[in-house]
């Protein structure tokens, strides 16, 4: 993925293919061949089997290119102001900024959670912090819809796309219909994101057998397998459970509650992966930590008491995982190799 | 041919009327045998005539929404009348009604079975089997289904809403496209299964920009049944429901089956009595439980035409 910008070579005319290398090799920087993009879904091989549904919806060229074009552009939103990218930031893993612990959306107005990072979603089995979304190609809705969000409402939508200059002939040509519908902008949507794969972080290098980690981050490595990997589990890093992880005693919030409508659910949250944590501040569905030090002395002091509390934060009386200074820098170090600089820099993913 | 067949039939029929053995005497055994044997030979030869097996007619399923003995009629928001009363007294208006039936299959005494065809898919030709049902719009109220084998038949078997297959399918058109009129909610992603709207002078909702004063709004939803959702409600209901007397469907016939659904059997099932002074804005599946264990009573098979 070092050389993003060679969209062709998979899937094009060769005489296309040879203009892009052509012109690709003006920009080759030293020492590095240049790579050839495929806009094919691959999992990686260490990633479990891919959950979405790419027989409905196989990722091309332009359906890739026509979801990218969508992710950055605001007539998504009712008053032309908010796009996806407006809250899913490339160089924070597709998080929103720091500033906005919770998201600003049309007419100055503030959501309730946190904007989640975006990586690995074709491995994912629900969606959004309380999990109410199933499949990948509804997810966007929920964000168009919000009035905390786009504020639009999707007939208007598509009557805008339809409308457009140039959309109804890029979705001709991503997906051969005559009409812009619901269907094809989630598709093309869902396209962009899928091909969204972080998989060349440090800590995949080490995996790999390519990179070393320093002692204090193989150390952070052994702690987190032994305090943290019953719920932030295997190589992407999350059980995709929902867990209450002790921030209150009564959740304002009702998470996991408000879709099951299950008392045993209320304030429980799904466990997040960590892939490129380390940009992707601040933490928790309510964006209450702005560091990981916060978030792991919560973790060590500041479990608090609840009736959904997660059985693994509680032993007895003693509540939380206890954790010196120490072990909690060196879990902070491993975390740090979890960020994969080569996604967030990624021209595939940068606006056309 | 055909008719040669026809008529060796009939000749059959006439000269052969007594069945009964113990009136047949030699010769019409022998003559039973030949005009079968005849029968036999014609009908080999035949290329034109369909056999069982290759004919096929249509059936149209047509829905009858009712509250209780009072054909629906649906009002505008802002009508004043309330011509519907539920078990606790409480009169009432509808301004929306309609189901999404799905997965139809018919079945017959001797084993004649039937399902719809059923596909999904983003371009809207390519959803078929799936039927949003509206008090609105009089021709989606008459589904009709092709392709089935000729026999008899005495049973229909529906879905009421979209089930998780169907979901987990991703996005989806023509009925199931919600800028296309689908009842999707976006925040617990799915299809709502059935649902009404209407004013009660007894719901204390006041105006908004989405409700009308003394709004009901009753939207059955929720379909999850998948690994890891132990807790959720899934309001998707399988239905099965007889025939009062089987009907016969070929190519040279138009028969169909008038189904009731009677609204008040909803509201007001074995389990509850719908109260609009509290229950006026049902929008979660947990909350619409209640209402979607009553569906299956509530419709009927009125009658058939042959």
Known sequence: MHFSNLYSFSNSLFGIGLLALLLSSCTREKGIAPVAVAYEFAAPAEFPDPIYTFKNNPITKEGFLLGKRLFFDPILSADHTISCASCHIQSLAFADVPLHGVSVGVNGLSGTRNAPALANLAFKPEFFWDGGVTHLDFAPLNAIESEFEMGSCIEDVIEKLNAHPQYPSLFRQAFTTEKVTTPYLLYALAQFMNRMISDQSPYDQYLAGTAKLSEPEIRGMDLFQQHCASCHDGILFTDYSYRNNGLDSLAIDPGRARISAFAGDHGKFQVPSLRNVGVTAPYMHDARFRTLEAVLDHYSEGVVASPTLDMSLQRGDQLGIQLTDSEKAAIIAFLHTLTDRDFLNDPLFRRE | ?306
């Open chain 2, 1 to 306: 041919m055909q008719s040669l067949t026809a008529l060796l039939g009939l000749l059959n029929l006439i000269f052969f009327k007594p069945y009964n053995a113990i009136k047949m005497n030699h010769l019409n055994k022998i003559s039973i045998l030949f005009f079968l044997l005849l029968n036999l030979f014609f009908t080999a030869c035949e290329k034109d005539n369909p056999t069982p097996g290759e004919d096929f007619g249509t059936f149209d399923l047509i829905f009858d929404n009712r509250v209780g003995d009072q054909a629906v009629s649906l009002v505008n928001a802002d009508a004043t009348e309330f011509p519907y009363t539920n078990n606790m007294g409480q009169s009432f208006n509808l301004t929306l009604l309609g189901y999404y039936i799905s997965k139809i299959e018919l079945a017959g005494p001797n084993g004649e079975y039937f399902a719809d065809e059923i596909s999904t898919g983003a371009d809207a030709a390519q959803v078929k089997g799936f039927y949003h049902v509206l008090e609105s719009d009089p021709n989606s109220q008459n589904i009709r289904l092709d392709r089935i084998p000729a026999g008899k038949y005495d049973q229909v078997t529906f879905t009421l809403g979209i089930d998780a297959e169907t979901v987990q399918e991703g996005a989806t058109g023509g009925v199931l496209d919600p800028a296309e009129g689908a009842w999707l909610w976006n925040w617990d992603a799915g299809y709502i299964a059935f649902g009404i709207e209407g004013r009660s002078p007894a719901s204390p909702r006041e105006a908004d920009q989405f409700n009308p004063e003394n709004g009901v709004q009753i939207h059955i939803g929720g379909w999850k049944d998948i690994a890891g959702n132990a807790n959720m409600v899934n309001n998707v209901k399988r239905i099965t429901l007889d025939f009062p007397s089987a009907v016969n469907i070929e190519s040279r016939l138009s028969p169909n089956a008038h189904l009731e659904m009677d609204l008040l059997k909803v509201l007001d099932g074995h389990a509850n009595n719908v109260d609009f002074s509290t229950t006026y804005a049902v929008h979660a599946p947990a909350k619409g439980k209640v209402f979607a264990d009553n569906l299956a009573a509530a419709f009927s098979v009125d009658h058939v035409h042959q």
